[in-house]
């Protein structure tokens, strides 16, 4: 396959014009497994720039372009994840997966080019809760997991990827399914978790700790993510008389906070703005009519596509 411009017509030709349309396919894989938007562009474009270096011919020695792109961004990935754990104990607090809003709710009025968080597919396995169960995964199962289980890829393509047998595969996709469905309960209607976020919403607003408390799972837990760039709680708060006492606490000192119902990783969350800058994201996990887990990423880093 070539992925030259035709001579003198200014026209790109259909071979380029197929590497690039792996560009979606390529940030929504590298996102899913790094758990980050600009993580998961740096890979992408890294991928393209190994594509790029090939010679023509070599280009056209490959069968599937799309499988040879989707092997690079895997391996750039698995690379990074393995890199990951000393460069998260250097992280100062905790560290959340960074936040994806609905792009119905930010594309509107933006200039240039489309983003590519346009381009993540909201469904199910981006959602926050997910995300975080991914983090306790070792590189290898997170890998064989995000291509069996979500991207279809069979354990054979697997294995020429993360460099072991297509049995072995087999296991670690096997081993972290069973981290994903080990914390699981049963899922909550769309509309009581999108009733739960907003009562929670109008509670945080009035700074009613009672409200709030009656909402809050008793072992509630909230962690909170400033990466050292904005003020954040270093370690969980656990309970749900001290999440609301923290938020009404927060409420209190920052009057001028308006706080929007908002769409994040595909769930019901919340966005706290000052000034109209986003200062805070918020994701929710909901187990039955309580609320139990809270994501609170401020690390303003990780709000870009939210700004």
Not at 23 to 45: C, K, M, P, T, W
Not at 84 to 90: G, L, S, V
Not at 205 to 217: V, Y
Request: aromatic content about 6%; charged content about 25%.
């Amino acid at each position: 396959m070539s992925t030259r411009r035709e001579p003198g017509d200014g026209r790109l030709d259909p071979g380029l014009t197929a590497i690039m349309s792996e560009r979606r396919h390529l940030i929504n894989l590298a996102y899913r497994l790094l758990g980050s938007l600009a993580d998961a562009e740096d890979v992408v474009q890294e991928t393209y720039a190994r594509w790029y270096a090939l010679t023509p011919q070599q280009q056209d020695a490959i069968d599937s372009p799309g499988g040879w792109l989707t092997t690079v961004a895997s391996r750039i990935c698995l690379d990074l994840l393995g890199s990951a754990r000393a460069r998260r104990e250097r992280y100062v607090g905790e560290w959340i997966p960074e936040p994806l809003p609905d792009r119905t709710e930010w594309i509107t009025g933006r200039s240039g080019g489309v983003d590519p968080v346009d381009r993540v597919t909201l469904d199910e396995s981006i959602n926050m809760a997910f995300l975080v169960v991914l983090e306790s995964m070792t590189p290898a199962e997170r890998v064989a997991f995000i291509l069996h289980d979500v991207f279809r890829y069979s354990f054979a393509d697997i294995a020429e990827i993360v460099g072991r047998t297509p049995a072995a595969c087999r296991q670690l996709a096997s081993s972290a399914r069973r981290r994903i469905r080990a914390p699981q309960v049963p899922a909550t209607p769309a509309v009581q978790r999108t009733n739960l976020v907003r009562d929670f919403k109008q509670a945080w607003e009035a700074k009613d700790i009672h409200a709030l408390i009656g909402l809050l799972d008793p072992e509630v837990t909230t962690i909170a993510d400033g990466g050292g760039l904005a003020s954040a709680e270093l370690r969980p708060v656990e309970g749900s008389g001290q999440v609301a006492r923290a938020f009404v606490e927060i409420a209190g000192r920052t009057p001028d906070l308006t706080i929007l119902e908002r769409t994040v990783n595909g769930q019901p969350g919340l966005v706290a703005q000052q000034a109209g800058v986003t200062v805070t994201v918020l994701a929710f996990d909901v187990a039955g009519d309580r609320i139990k887990r809270i994501w609170a990423v401020r690390n303003p880093e990780k709000l870009r596509p939210w700004t």
